[in-house]
Structure formats: C-alpha cells, structure tokens
C-alpha cells in the first residue's frame, strides 16, 4: 500500500450537505478567538465535531437480492410488528419493523437497504421528540421512501429527532435504485424504520450496531433463520 493510499484512508470523505456548516462553525471559532483565547479551542473542537458528524466513508455492500442491508449506521432500538404509516400506503396489516437509531456521532448518511425501483416518496411533517421514543415513529416529522423489490415492497423511513431539524432525501419517485446506495441524510441525530413483509426474518437483534449499506438486517428464504445472541 502506497503513502497516498494511507493517507486517504485515514481522511474520511466529507459529504457536500456538511461544508456549509464546517464554515460556519469554523468562522464562529475565529470569531471567538478573536473575542478571548480559551473560546477558540471551545470552538475548535465544535468544528472537529461538525467536521466527523458529515463523514461519508465508502462501503461494501453485498449484492444479494434474498437480504437486506441497514439503512443507516447505529443501534438497532425495535424490531417487531407494526402497522406501517399511512401515508406509505402499505395497508393496515402488521409488518415487521426494524428500526435504527442514530446518536450526534453516528454516520448520517442514509442508503437503500434493498434494490428496486422507487414507487413512492412520502414526506409527513411532525413533531421532534427523541428518536429513540417508539411514539417518534409515528408523531415525528418523517420522509418515507417505498421500494418495489425483488421480494415485494420494502420501505425505509427517515425519522427526524430530538435535534434534528432537516430532513434530506436525494431519490426521487420511479427512479431505480441499488442497495446500499446513498439516498439522504438526517441532521443531527434521528432514526430510521425499515419496514419489511412477514416473510422476512431478521438477521439482528435489539442492541447490536449496525453499518449502513453492509450489516445485514433481515434475510428471505428457508435458509434464513432467526437468529439466537447474548450479551457479553
């Protein structure tokens, strides 16, 4: 491996939506340097914080159409039967939720977890209690994205949190769409739902952390079963 490759790979990219506020926060740092010393350094490590919040590092994701990937980076908080939002027009019936709850530190960069073509783009404005509430799911402003899979419909929701005031979807309705592509972001902390048919079998549990675009959430077929762990 060459020096410039180490280098690179110590250098996470910085995702476009993320520079406009690195410059802001590192014009306040001056600012407040400017005002009295100590401020700087305060400001400083805000920006170092702004600056890591945005990374947008590269994945690997598997392509296999039987599973699904995790949409975004962080804890797994819920998985069981929900009836899914209204206005993703899924029916009435249960399906199977998993959600994925992000902190301030976790990559906000959000990927499809499936392959398919994009059928709808629902955005519900909404509350902004803490993501990690299971009420969040359905008071919460919310963008929800249903996706025309090899297995069916599949969808993803973008659930904003406590302090995340903006919701960011770059996919638009009948365009395709490949799993672990990136297709929005949420600022500052929030979760996302994925909801997928019974036929479904999760591959994780409450309280694992998950890799957006390469942690596999849930499988389909005989071969998947679902899976025993523990703590420790």
């Not at 010393?37 to 598997?62: K, S």
């Not at 902190?103 to 783009?121: D, M, T, Y």
């Not at 409450?206 to 389909?220: D, H, K, R, W, Y």
Request: charged fraction near 20%; proline fraction near 6%.
């Amino acid at each position: 491996m060459s020096l410039v490759d180490s280098i690179q790979k110590v250098f996470v990219p910085i995702h476009k939506e993320g520079w406009p506020f690195i410059g802001i926060f590192a014009l306040v740092t001056i600012v407040l340097g400017m005002i009295w010393e100590p401020l700087f350094f305060v400001g400083l490590v805000l920006t170092a914080w702004c600056t890591y919040f945005f990374r947008d590092p590269e994945r690997t994701t598997p392509l296999d159409d039987d599973i699904v990937v995790s949409p975004a980076d962080g804890v797994v908080s819920a998985i069981g039967p929900v009836v899914p939002p209204e206005e993703l027009g899924l029916g009435d019936d249960e399906w199977t939720r998993i959600s994925v709850f992000m902190n301030v530190f976790s990559v906000h960069v959000n990927r499809a977890p499936v392959r398919g073509e994009i059928s709808k783009i629902a955005y519900k404005p909404g509350k902004f209690l803490n993501a990690d509430l299971d009420k969040a799911s359905r008071e919460n402003e919310r963008n929800g994205l249903v996706i025309e899979s090899p297995h069916g419909q599949i969808a993803t929701v973008q659930v904003a949190g406590l302090i995340a005031r903006r919701i960011l979807c770059f996919a638009n309705e009948g365009e395709q769409i490949a799993a672990g592509e990136r297709f929005g972001i949420i600022r500052f902390g929030s979760r996302l739902d994925i909801y997928l048919p019974k036929s479904a079998v999760p591959q994780v549990a409450v309280g694992q952390n998950a890799i957006a675009g390469e942690t596999v959430l849930a499988g389909f077929g005989s071969e998947y079963k679902l899976r025993v762990t523990r703590k420790g």
